[in-house]
């Protein structure tokens, strides 16, 4: 399949860290957090630097509306819960 383009530049980042538990973010399932790993998504920080177009693609990949990500406030959820996690502010 085609690969997210999000996901080179966060791979990167997301290298040496181990992974966290995306149900802990509001709107996410353990059905979406499963989807969201395979997709190559493992941690609260590749979520929290989300741009639109990729609230985008990812939606379409859930099937769901990027309305509900945005409504979800999962990329604020995820800078909260990585911070709760490791202590720094993204």
Known sequence: GSQLSLQMEQTQAAKGQ???DLS?????G???????????????????RWKPE?????????YTAPERIKRDKWVEEAKKEHFRKYGERL
Do not use: E
């Open 18 to 20: 181990q992974k966290d």
């Open 24 to 28: 802990k973010i509001h709107g996410i």
């Open 30 to 48: 353990p059905a979406f957090a499963k989807t969201l790993n395979k997709m190559g998504l493992h941690t609260f920080v590749q979520i929290a």
């Open 54 to 62: 990729d609230i985008d693609k990812v939606a379409k990949k859930l």
